[in-house]
C-alpha cells in the first residue's frame, strides 16, 4: 500500500468536502470541549474533597449575652461547655473563638470583597466553638447532645452546606454532560454524513481502483482517515477552548473562592490529564462512525 496515495486521497478530500469538514471539526470540538470541561469539574469536585476531608467541622455558636461578655471563655456556661466537648471521646480538637477573632477571620475569607467587609461589624458576628470531630460522618453526636444547653444559640453542621455545595457541582456536571452527549450525537451524524458524501464523491475512480485488484480496505482507507484528522483536529480545537477557559474562567472568575480556600483550582495538570482522553476519545469514535458508515452504506 504506498502511504503517498492514502494521504494524498485524504488530503484531497478534506478540501473537496471544505464545509462539511469545518462543521465537523466545530461540531466534534464543542462536544469534546463540554465533556472535557465536565471532566475537570469531576477533578475539581474530587479535589475540593480532598480540600475539606480533613477541615470538616461543627460549629457551635453561643448566644448574644456570651459572645458579648466572654470573650476569653473564662465563666460559665462558656467555661463548662468548652470542658465539656473537650472531655467528650467522640471530639478530637476544639478551639474557641470569640467575636474578634471571628471577625478577622471573616475579613481574611472577604478580603478581596472590601464593600462586604466595610458593611460587617463584629457585633454581629457570635462567638463559637470549631469543633473536630474523630468521625466527621457522624455530626449528629454533638447536635444531639448539646442542643438546647445553656449558652448555645445554634450548632451548624458543615457535612450539610458541603452536601449542598458538591450537590450542585454535581448538577452542573450532569448538565454538562447532557449537553455534550447532544453534541457528540450531531457530531457522529456529520462523520456518517461527511464519509458519505466524500465517497459518492469519488465513485468513480474507486472503482476503477477495484477493477484493477485493489481491496475494499485499501480504497476505504482514505475515508477513515479523512474522519480520524477531523475529529483528531476537533479534539485538539477543544484542548485549546479549555485551555483558554481555564484562564477566563477558572483563573479570574474563580479566583477569590479559590484563593480563600473554597474550592480547589483547576490546573495545567488537570487539563494534561484530560487532553489524552478527548484525543483518543476523539480518534475512536471517528474512527469506528467512519467503519461503520462504509459497511452500512457505502459500496466502494
Do not use: H
Not at 25 to 33: K, Q, R
Not at 191 to 200: D, E, G, M, R, W
Amino acid at each position: 500500500m504506498r502511504a503517498s496515495f492514502v494521504f494524498s486521497e485524504v488530503l484531497t478530500g478534506l478540501r473537496r468536502n471544505i464545509t462539511m469538514t469545518i462543521a465537523m471539526i466545530i461540531t466534534t470540538a464543542i462536544s469534546l470541549f463540554l465533556l472535557g470541561g465536565g471532566l475537570l469539574i469531576v477533578r475539581m469536585i474530587d479535589n475540593t474533597q480532598e480540600l475539606y476531608q480533613d477541615k470538616v467541622e461543627v460549629s457551635v455558636y453561643l448566644t448574644n449575652d456570651v459572645s458579648a461578655t466572654d470573650k476569653g471563655c473564662a465563666a460559665d456556661p462558656c467555661k463548662g461547655l468548652r470542658s465539656a466537648l473537650e472531655g467528650d471521646p467522640a471530639v478530637e480538637s476544639v478551639q474557641f473563638e470569640n467575636r474578634e477573632q471571628a471577625f478577622e477571620r471573616f475579613k481574611r475569607i472577604f478580603e478581596a470583597q472590601p464593600e462586604l467587609v466595610k458593611l460587617a461589624r463584629p457585633e454581629a458576628l457570635p462567638a463559637s466553638f470549631r469543633v473536630k470531630l474523630k468521625d466527621p460522618d457522624r455530626p449528629e453526636v454533638i447536635t444531639q447532645a448539646y442542643s438546647g444547653r445553656a449558652g448555645i444559640d445554634s450548632i451548624a453542621d458543615q457535612n450539610e452546606f458541603l452536601e449542598r455545595f458538591f450537590s450542585a457541582l454535581n448538577g452542573v456536571r450532569t448538565g454538562v454532560f447532557f449537553v455534550a452527549a447532544i453534541m457528540a450525537i450531531a457530531a457522529l451524524l456529520l462523520i456518517s454524513n461527511t464519509v458519505q458524501l466524500s465517497a459518492f464523491t469519488r465513485k468513480t475512480e474507486v472503482g476503477i481502483m477495484r477493477l484493477v485488484g485493489a481491496t475494499r480496505w485499501y480504497t476505504q482507507l482514505p475515508f477513515l482517515l479523512e474522519a480520524v484528522v477531523t475529529g483528531l483536529i476537533g479534539a485538539i480545537v477543544a484542548i485549546g477552548l479549555l485551555v483558554v477557559g481555564k484562564m477566563a474562567f477558572a483563573d479570574d472568575v474563580l479566583r477569590d473562592p479559590i484563593e480563600a480556600g473554597v474550592v480547589s483550582s483547576i490546573g495545567a495538570a488537570d487539563i494534561a490529564f484530560v487532553s489524552p482522553i478527548l484525543m483518543l476519545i476523539a480518534i475512536v469514535i471517528s474512527a469506528i462512525t467512519g467503519y461503520v458508515t462504509l459497511r452500512l452504506y457505502v459500496r466502494t
